[in-house]
């Protein structure tokens, strides 16, 4: 189990120290500055090992997050851990920052003292832990809210508390994806995976009963051969692109979902946490839309000329705008001089980065720009030729690349009177770019 | 220009270096110099064409990059252009950039040559001194190439300034270091002697250098500078310490320069010129007196110059060691430094100290610090200086205060520091057995030492203490109950299990007569020890009970029982097992007879070199042997080949040979078995008899795979015998029928001469006797085994051998026989030992006669027993210079014994080789020009003197077809010795 905690500035002081094991002796601090934070290489690795001791740690901006043990711990668990108290940091003073830690040490050490427990993760529910650690100072509590406390810190639905009360019965529905892509300069996929999320917000009353569907191949499937319908038309909610199912290769769900509810009838049906919530995460492989086609053309004039020409198209609906559109053209380490010529955004070359940067704000789908370049090199007495690193791209799309959809997001209050028609419910489609390269 | 209006400050340098101090992150700090080396590259890209502050700025910038640990790849061409300039920051910031970054791009290198040669012939002395800076700093094989030549010109050159002197006199000791082949001093060498009187001190200290390393390699060229220094120390040394002005150092002059003149004076003997050696010693002397002179200042730099010049001058004095009044006063003076505050002080004289106690003149003298150093010893608080207390202790150690001297490490050695104390246990060993008068209280100390630093005590130190005993037999019932006392002790070391084993199983009856340590007691305390000890102890505990049973044959049952017990007779460690097996047999079936001749007390050792003072050379390494060597020769303790031998493996293969424990091949018996079975008729029975039977390996045949299995055959064989005897006995030789010693039979010389070159072999043979011989030779020692067989089926009566020493061999060579049973059964064998010492050199043979009745005939044989003057060598390395000086030396015509003679066998090389080794000289590799030729030097050990041989073998096989010659040289210190060689020799090829 997790032994101690620390949290460090990018100097390598220690901001937050909370030790939960013996077995952690003060040493272990400067063990992990020495070692990781100071150290001559770069630690790639979030795990290291040093005289015994594993320091799991995540980096946010300039924080170091690290987590200490002695023992053989599930190395899963314990960065589940560290993401966890990142979020319930972030829900309580915002940004990771250097100068918010030192403003809420105190609420920190408080956190911490709720959400382990002799290195054990206890409750790390936002909703739940703000019920009772609070920034207000001490609020005086009924003893009918006393007993509350007890019973949700020990009982079932430990992620919502009872008698939660709204006006409007509302909830937003986000599906995040990141699309990753590995291209050759052909314009052949050599590796391509979406990663999404879908996140909820959702202001409900009372402990309101969900039921969340999307295209899901095998439901789909399931649906199809037994014949009946369903509701399915009736309860789709939006979409852009016409893809029938989805096939995904494996996902994970937010403790409020019932698994068993899932791995017998394939249903994803849950008691939401007030407030926002990551509802599921999964991951797909197959039939990936790429919104971005990269076509790179490079020519070595001589040895001190370099003319590059990089087209890019965008491939998905010309109704749909895609936004924040750069392209990364890495250029030779012995530049010393860059023309750039494009037709849209606008192109710089960044000397600090070793990379001619070009910016679109909008564009539409089915559209291409281009943009071409001359570097002018340095000759070099230097024998290394020029590995030519791909072309990266970054982006943003209102429609899912993976092609998922919602089809439906039952609200079901049986003891209160509103019905699933009286929910408002918003649906969100984003899609961002992850590491999306071409090769050149 | 513009430039100047800039100033050299370098903004933009100073602004991008606290730019990188500044980044928080690796990342930033990545950023950023990219953006730099991105604008650098721009610059340098650009069409308009930088101006020279521009570049040096940019220069700079980049070798800041560079050693921030980021590769540069460009700049270089920039950096060079630099060298070209004018102004002295562009020029110094491009040597700099090219002494950090240079590399073997041939076309820039050209082009930096040139630029250094512009600057080494240009007038301006700070130019010449960048260029002869950028070359020393590079001191690649390329610089020196193209600059070796120029260099020394420039040094001696009468216009140099002096600056440039200095720096071109270091420069080019660094070419020199670097490639010596390539610096070549020649034409220079009188005028570079010439620098000592140079009128700047700065160039007399940097020549000085030059100097010291260059008459390391060839003292003769600069043996002139030994006067000029000597002359120029004692200005230095005579001056006051205002003289010198800028080269005086908190009150002392010149300090660097007079400890780097003492330091060449050191490469060099004392200088024979009696002037120069005079004002040598007023100069050593005044530096002497100065020590005792009040400091002019508190200051520790004043001290600390002071000192080095000091210590410098003791080292000078030391290696002289020809002043016995200046050894004497430095030893006085390093005497008051033994009890000075400076831990550093008190270090450095104990270090000079060790030297000095190995002068004879200055021996005395540091015995008088005796106890100062046995108070360093103990309560010194940093260790390296205990241990160099400790160096020194044994250092001054001689036969008068040793006994105080092994008392004081011994109890030091009981809170001595764990990292010495392997070294000071063998200090303590070796001086114990080196001063022993009284051979008890040397076992005494050796047993406390086993007692007090168990742990430490290496198997040459216990295998030592065995050999004295053994060899010493006054001393041995003394060790067997000193050895039984400390066996007492409730926990004893296992190094004392082993010593108690050995010598009770040795000499347990000498003290078997007292109740208290009665047989069966000294048994049941020995085995009371057994199950806590290693395997090898055990087997040597096994031997050991093996002895008792012979010793003490009322201990036969009970030992028996422990040896058939599971634990041994079934022991999964094979060779304990083999042990109990074989001694449980040998000692059921074997007559006590058998048990007493297998389980004979040990022969003595030879005596050699002392196996302890091998290891210990060994741990110090190379450097510390000579002086070990010399030590060794001033006791007058002669080191014999086995000192001399070079190399570490010869060394060890002594000290392994001289072990008690592991003695299969104690006589080397072994490796001489195929020799003696070369003579095919005496194969089958001397094979057997040779390969294991000698009697002074009885029980200690840890090694010995069939050592029961060796002791049946004889039966065996004889069978066989027999039925070849048998059918000779009808023809059996006409009796000689003669009570006199028959004269020796006629081919009897051509026997002698056939045992030359071999130690084994069948010296006679006819229908009825066979006569194997082998034999072992140590120093002026030899030990001959003679083999009887009866080779017919009837026995021999009265069977006698005498050997007589006809003349004056008599005093040459001094034989014992031992007697030999007067029945020899028919196809039995039996053995005789012949114990032979040289005296002196002889050239005759002694004669053996044997005398038999077989079938009521007297037979009646004489034989010449080969021993010659040769098997008395002992082989001698050395090198080729070595050789042919020593070769030089016995150059008076009656050291010499030449002889030219036909070949008698083919020429072959390697029967040569073989036969040279086995004359019992070193066969010397590459040390004859002609490689034809074959070398060998030895010395032949008598009793009364030592006679080195060289021998120079020339095959001449071209001269006459058929007739093929050599020409055999001998050169010896003594010419009987020569001839006999050279006579012995010729016969031999």
Redesign the interface.
Known sequence: MIGGLFIYN?KGEVLISRVYRDDIGRNAVDAFRVNVIHARQ?VRSPVTNIARTSFFHVKRS?IWLAAVTKQNVNAAMVFEFLYKMCDVMTAYFGKISEENIKNNFVLIYELLDEILDFGYPQNSETGALKTFITQQGIKSQTKEEQSQITSQVTGQIGWRREGIKYRRNELFLDVLESVNLLMSPQGQVLSAHVSGRVVMKSYLSGMPECKFGMNDKIVIDKQGKGGTTDDAGKSELGGSSGKQSIAIDDCTFHQCVRLSKFDSERSISFIPPDGEYELMRYRTTKDIILPFRVIPLVREVGRTKLEVKVVIKSNFKPSLLAQKIEVRIPTP?????VQVICMKGKAKYK????AIVWKIKRMAGMKESQISAEI?L?????K?KWARPPISMNFEVPFAPSGLKVRYLKVFEPKLNYSDHDVIKWVRYIGRSGIYETRC | MPAVSKGDGMRGLAVFISDIRNC???EAEI??I??E???I??K??GDKALDGYSKKKYVCKLLFIFLLGHDI??G?MEAVNLLSSNKYTEKQIGYLFISVLV?S?SE?IRLINNAIKNDLSSRNPTFMCLALHCIANVGSREMAEAFAGEIPRILVAGDTMDSVKQSAALCLLRLYKTSPDLVLMGEWTSRVVHLLNDQHMGVVTAAISLITCLSQKNPDEFKTCVSLAVSRLSRIVSSASTDLQDYTYYFVPAPWLSCKLLRLLQCYPPPEDGAVKGRLVECLETILNKAQEPPKSKKVQHSNAKNAILFEAIALIIHYDSEPNLLVRACNQLGQFLQHRETNLRYLALESMCTLASSEFSHEAVKTHIETVINALKTERDVSVRQRAADLLYAMCDRSNAKQIVAEMLSYLETADYSIREEMVLKVAILAEKYAVDYSWYVDTILNLIRIAGDYVSEEVWYRVIQIVINRDDVQGYAAKTVFEALQAPACHENMVKVGGYILGEFGNLIAGDPRSSPLVQFNLLHSKFHLCSVPTRALLLSAYIKFINLFPETKTTIQEVLRCDSQIRNSDVELQQRAVEYLKLSSIASTDVLATVLEEMPPFPERESSILAKLKKKKGPGAVSNELEEGKREGGELNGAGERPGDSSAIGASNASTPSPSADLLGLRSAAPVSAAPPSAGSLLVDVFSEAGPAAPAASVNDDGFLRDLEPPTESSDSLLAEGSGDSDSAPPSVVSEDPAPPLPESDELLNKFVCKNNGVLFENQLLQIGIKSEYRQNLGRMYLFYGNKTSVQFVSFTTTVSCPGELQSHLNVQLKPVDPLVEGGAQVQQVINIECITDFSEAPILNIKFRYGGALQNLSLKLPVTINKFFQPTEMASNDFFQRWKQLSQPQQEAQKIFKANHAMDTEVIKAKLLGLGTALLDKVDPNPENFVCAGVIQTKSQQVGCLLRLEPNAQAQPGEQMYRLTLRSSKDTVSKRLCDLLAEQF
């Open positions: 990018h770069q300039n380490l012995n530049t010393s001089g000397a600090s980065e070793n002018e340095l000759p070099t007495n230097d290394k | 928080k992150s690796k950023k950023r990219n953006k080396l991105a604008n590259r721009s340098f890209k790849d460009f270089h590399n791009n820039l």
